[in-house]
T-cell receptor, first 114, second 112 residues
């Protein structure tokens, strides 16, 4: 069974700092990859996704993620964070050809100080 | 707004009780997923229904059950509640393909 690791459980940054959140998965086959964000008191919503093609994926609100197949990674980045980016971030992996159930990481709590 | 609705928003009950959580998927979505989110366990997949039939099961306890009705809304039944069942319960929907899921606002269950 696939698993997803998000190594940073809590990240605290100041506004304008750069962000990189790690996500690694364990599955040798083809995968679909997602990053979801959960703002305080809100539901999870999709930030970006990767199915195929250009491994550098751009999402909403200036976020991007890079799929590195050799490293089984799908790290999330943003060059300059804002206070409004304070949220919980979840990486999710779906193994192509398997069930339609994605495996979620434990999440990373990001706090951005103004 | 994702288009997925969940009721109630908050639920406070006592140990040993039974509760029902309700989810209405986005219009046109046939698949409904239930998740439990707790501080120590993260987001755990419970169960999936597709067009009224159970499609996949995750870490769902025997005390929990779910169903999807002909109008595609779904209910998650939690019985013999324990303190450890206190969590956020999310419902998500999509058209059943391995694509993004659309999450509801969640139901916060507190068991006292």
């Amino acid at each position: 069974a696939q698993s997803v690791s998000q190594h940073n459980h809590h990240v605290i940054l100041s506004e304008a700092a750069s962000l990189e959140l790690g996500c690694n998965y364990s599955y040798g086959g083809t995968v679909n990859l997602f990053w979801y964000v959960q703002y305080p008191g809100q539901h999870l919503q999709l930030l970006l996704k990767y199915f195929s093609g250009d491994p550098l994926v751009k999402g909403i609100k200036g976020f991007e993620a890079e799929f590195i197949k050799s490293k089984f990674s799908f790290n999330l980045r943003k060059p300059s964070v804002q206070w409004s980016d304070t949220a919980e971030y979840f990486c999710a992996v779906h193994a192509s050809g398997g069930s339609y159930i994605p495996t979620f990481g434990r999440g990373t709590s990001l706090i951005v100080h103004p | 707004d994702s288009g997925v609705t969940q009721t109630p928003k908050h639920l406070i009950t006592a140990t040993g009780q039974r509760v029902t959580l309700r989810c209405s998927p986005r219009s046109g979505d046939l698949s409904v997923y239930w998740y439990q989110q707790s501080l120590d366990q993260g987001l755990q997949f419970l169960i999936q229904y597709y067009n009224g039939e159970e499609r996949a099961k995750g870490n769902i306890l025997e005390r929990f059950s779910a169903q999807q009705f002909p109008d595609l809304h779904s209910e998650l039944n939690l019985s013999s509640l324990e303190l450890g069942d206190s969590a956020l319960y999310f419902c998500a929907s999509n058209r059943g393909s391995p694509n993004e899921q659309f999450f509801g606002p969640g139901t916060r269950l507190t068991v006292l």
